[in-house]
Structure formats: C-alpha cells, structure tokens
C-alpha cells in the first residue's frame, strides 16, 4: 500500500511546496530578523552580535541529525517542523509589540532557527526515501530553483508588504527626488500631500573641522534622533614579522605592477529632515529613509550613519541629517527618489509574521495528506538509551568508513575551491574603478547583471543539469559537469584583462559563467546523494552538508586578502589554477554508472 502510495503521488505536487518552505525560516532568521531589527531601532552593534549567532543552528546541525535517523520517519520529522515553525512565528508576531521585544523575539528566533535546521535534515533525508536515484538526478534543479524562488520571496516580498503597511499607518510618506549631473546634486521634495503635519528636507553644511560622516553622526545624536552607540572594543590586528615578510614577499614575486591612482572622488551632499508641526500628545514619530526606485549609483550613506530618526516635542525642529552619495564613475545625468515611512512598523512586522506563520499552517496540512509514505522511511526498532548512543557514534562512524570516505570529503571541500574564492570579490571587481583593476561598474549596473542576467543563467543551468543526470545518469555527465563549474571561470580573467565598457559583453560573460556554475553544481549535489545513501543515510547527508558549508567559508576567508596582495588579473589566474584541485578529486572518485539514470 505504501509503495502505491509513493506511485500516485507526482513529485511536482510536493517538491515545490517542501523546498519553498525549507527556504524560508532561514531567510527570516538570517535577512528578515536583521531588517526588523534595525526598522525597531536596535543598534547595529547588537544586530551584528545577536544575529550573528543565529547561523549557529546550520552549522552545528549534523550533530544531532542521528537522532532524525533514530526516532520515527523522515516524513513525521518533516511535517511536525512545520507545525512548530508555524506556532513559532505566530508567538514571534505577537512578541514584536511588547516592551521586551529584542529579547523575546531573539528567543523565538533560536527556536525557530533549530526548528528549521532539524526540518532540512528531514526534508532532504526525505527526498532521498520518497525518491528513486533516477527522480532525485531529475528533481534536484527543480528543488534548487523553488528554493531560490522562496529566497527572492522572503527578501523581497515579504519586505515590501511590511513597507506598505508602513506607508499606509502614519504621516504621509516623505519623497526625497536626487538629481545628479557630473558637476552638481540637486534635491527636490516630492511628497504628494504638501498640507498637514509632514516632513521638509534642506540641503546642509558640514563643520569644516570634521569629516562629513563624523559630522553627521554627532549631530543626529546631540540632537536625539538616534541613540549614542557605545564603542566597540576592537583589538588591534597585530601582524606578525613572518605574516609581514610572507605578505611582502607575494606580493612582490606574483602582485600586478601598480597603476596610476584616479582622480575621481565621491560626490556628497548632507540633507537636513525636520517635521512641519511638533508631535501631537507628545508621541514621538519614527522616521525611516530608503531607497525606493531610481539609479542605485545614488545611494544613502548606510555604513557608519543610522537612517532612523525620532522625532519628539523637543527636536522636532531640528535637521535630522542623512548623506547622500554619487557614485564617481557615474558619466550621464540621472535621479533616484528616496522616501520615509513613519508608520506603525512593530504592527508592520506583526502582520508579516502572521503571514509565515498562516503559510506553514496551510503547507503542513497539506503536506500531511499529500507526501507519500515510502517504504524505507521508518524508525528504528527498540531504541533504548543504550541504543541511542550506540547508533549516535555508528552513524559517525560508518560515514567516515565508507568506501572512498577521505575522497569523498576532499571532494566535498576542494569542488567548489574556484567558486568559494571568487563569490567573494566578483563584486568589488564589478565596482572597482578601472584603474583599481575593476569594471568601474555603477552600484545600479551591478544589480542589473547579477541579478537579472545572472539569476536567470544561473536557474537555467540548475534545471538543464537535473535534466542531464537524469537521462545518463552522474557518472556520465561528471566530467561535462567538472568543465562546466571550471572553464566559464576563464570570462574573469578576460574581463580583467580587456575590461570592457560595454554592458553586453559583461552580461554574456556572467551569462555564461552562471549558467555554467548552475549545470556543474548539479554535479556537487547528487554526489552528496550518492554519497549518502545506505544506512543512516539522512544523517551523512546533513555531515556532507556541514563539510560543504566548511569548503566555502575557509577559502573565502583569505580570498580578500589574496587578491588585494597580487590584484585582480593574477587573483582570477590564480581561481583558475585552483581548478586544478577540482580536476583531481573528480579523477579519484568512483560513481556507480547507474546512479541516477531512468531504472527500466
């Protein structure tokens, strides 16, 4: 019955709507929770260090993915997550309103990020259950995609509902309009409703003595619009005489000749805010200015200065000061508008927690009733506290004593060794003023190529590799796959050596390069599938998971301090050497040729 189960049931009608929902607790912890918190007026300094925090949950979870293998099914783990993310995001919106928010919330955020790392343990373990070789080679680009789609929904959409209750719950929003030309800015208030209590804008001065960011801050903060932030003890970075000499060494033996320094600097103008009439009933009104549409080369300074003011009887008056920046590379006129909301915002959080919270209610009961019981999804019999710790360290054990372990693992780690280095400066490369190396790329032309052209490449190339491995299975298309993640890297080493001004030939080259890094990563993760499977197979594939995790967070740590050493040009000569590493674990490893192709 179980078996005829798993046949009736299309995979489309539950892998969409499982992937979609792994995503989106781990965007509203690691994006939405940062968003929030600096709308309510937390201090950066305690976003950066509470938030930071709550990456803990992925990192650590392969530890506690055997107990997922030990107790019930895959499927149960899978649906009973989603009945607790749900209740935690419904006591997360309703916390947002109390006095003691920050601390109630981060609480719920815990929760909720153990809860969704213990549901990727079971979701993925249960794709591998519900799923043939065959099915898992043919899906994996459909599930990567639907989890990209939950990644744009929760940065985008669920951002923006909170901004249109924000606009629609207090004072008219307020619309700055920027003009930039090359020799002058130009600001211009184009606020629809001009009568009643609203906000004026005014161009200002900096005090000659102090730099203009140092200026601004100290004024929004004598005058109280935002909070004194204490400052951060920071060590100072003591560089060793062997670190120094090394450093000094590469850079003279493999580092690009220096080039001549521009001559562009930063245009700035400060904007001063001030409310038209004083509070009523002495409640104070929160201010919040952001970009809303426009040229993106036209920016607020966010960095260093807060973009949140209050407003109360006593500064209501006062310019509340914000900076805002033209990009230098910028060669034609243009304009951005920027607004400020200062409506109800904790009621703005609150509704677009009710709405994750409503969603998963609706995902888990559907998915009660529609995912298929597949027979190899059960629990261990006779679980005893004797057994428990005995198939806790077996679970450990037979993953690192499977045929090929130490390959594997050096698989896992080294695949990405190009990719893990270059997602770190591919956009400093795309901003860098040419004579720095760069494209001299506008911030607005860089969103433009990544994330339209990019994303679509990148989709494209998921989607035709699961379709690949599923008609001749992984150990056919390894190598095709291995050249596909490697070779399209070669478009930045021509990028920096030719740096093109024109738009359609960087597009076509990270086209190509996405589209490539999209059909090779399929490659990575049915590995990972196959690697995992036999015994226990949930669990070594949240390890596989964690040692992917370490290949990318280790080679990007020193990438930055890498190409500032030897320069563009050399660094994406060096990625491409790299890929050297890639070529040598895929020659060792051993795939059955089977694996994944169509079973008749």
């Known amino acids: 019955m179980e078996q005829k189960s798993k046949r009736s049931i299309n995979p489309w009608a539950w892998i969409p709507t499982l992937y979609f929902a792994e995503a989106l607790p781990y965007v509203a912890v690691m994006t939405i929770a940062v968003i929030m918190y600096k709308r309510l007026g937390i201090s950066n300094t305690d976003i950066a260090l509470y938030t930071g925090w709550l990456y803990l949950p992925w990192v650590i979870k392969p530890f506690w993915s055997p107990f997922v293998d030990l107790f019930k099914t895959k499927r149960w783990w899978t649906i009973t997550m989603q009945w607790i993310i749900a209740v935690s995001f419904a006591l997360l919106a309703f916390s947002i309103p109390t006095p003691f928010f920050f601390q109630l919330t981060l609480a719920v955020f815990w929760v909720i990020g153990f809860t969704s790392a213990t549901h990727d343990i079971a979701a993925d373990g249960y794709y591998m259950h519900a799923l043939d070789d065959h099915q898992q080679s043919f899906y994996v680009g459909i599930r990567s995609t639907f989890y990209r789609i939950a990644t744009v929904a929760g940065q985008g959409l669920l951002v923006i509902l909170a901004g249109v209750i924000e606009m629609n719950s207090g004072l008219e929003p307020a619309q700055l309009q920027v003009n930039a030309t090359q020799q002058a800015i130009s600001i211009k208030d184009i606020t629809e409703n001009q009568n009643g209590q609203r906000f004026l804008f005014t161009t200002a001065e900096a005090d000659s003595t102090l730099s203009m960011i140092d200026y601004v801050k100290q004024q929004n903060e004598v005058n109280g619009f935002v909070e004194k932030e204490q400052p951060q003890q920071q060590a100072a970075a003591q560089v060793t005489e062997e670190e120094s000499s090394f450093t000094k060494w590469l850079r003279e033996t493999f580092g690009e000749a220096p080039r001549k320094a521009s001559a562009l600097q930063s245009r700035q103008q400060i904007v001063g805010i001030t409310l038209s009439e004083q509070p009523k009933d002495d409640e104070p009104i929160i201010l919040n200015m952001a970009f809303k549409n426009g040229d993106q080369s036209i920016k607020m300074e966010q ?36 607004e400020g909301l200062s409506g109800n915002i904790p009621f703005a959080w609150l509704v677009v927690f009710v709405v994750l919270s409503v969603f ?44 090929q372990a130490l390959v594997a693992i050096l698989f896992m780690l080294l695949y990405r060794l190009p990719e893990a280095q270059l997602v770190k400066i591919i956009n400093p490369f795309m901003l860098d003023p040419v004579d720095k190396g760069g494209l001299g790329l506008t911030t607005g032309q860089v969103g433009v190529v990544y994330g339209t052209v990019g994303i679509i490449g990148l989709t494209i190339g998921g989607i035709l590799g699961g379709l690949a491995a599923a008609r001749g299975g992984l150990k056919r298309w390894l190598w095709p796959m291995v050249l596909a993640i490697t070779l399209p890297d070669l478009v930045y080493v021509y990028l920096s050596y030719v740096q093109p001004e024109g738009l359609g030939i960087i597009n076509a080259c990270i086209f190509i390069e996405q589209f490539g890094y999209g059909f090779g990563f399929t490659a990575y993760m049915l590995y990972l599938i196959y690697f995992s499977e036999g015994e226990h197979k949930t669990a070594h594939y949240a390890i596989c998971t964690g040692f992917m995790a370490l290949g990318m967070m280790l080679p990007g740590m020193m990438a930055g301090w890498l190409q500032e050493t030897i320069g563009y040009r050399h660094f994406f000569i060096w990625t491409i050497i790299c890929c050297a590493a890639t070529f040598l674990v895929c020659a060792f490893i051993k795939i059955d040729p089977n694996f994944g192709k169509k079973k008749s």
């Open 303 to 338: 960095g260093k200065l807060s973009t949140r003011f209050q407003f109360t009887k006593d500064n209501w008056n006062k310019p509340a000061l914000i900076i805002i920046s033209v990009d230098p590379k910028l060669k034609e006129d243009t304009t951005a508008t920027f």
């Open 360 to 403: 998963f209610f609706l995902v888990a009961v559907y998915h009660q009733f529609i995912l298929p019981h597949p027979a190899s999804d059960h629990a261990t019999k006779d679980v005893s506290a004797k057994t428990i710790a005995s198939e806790f360290l077996r679970t450990f054990k037979t993953f690192f004593t499977k045929p």
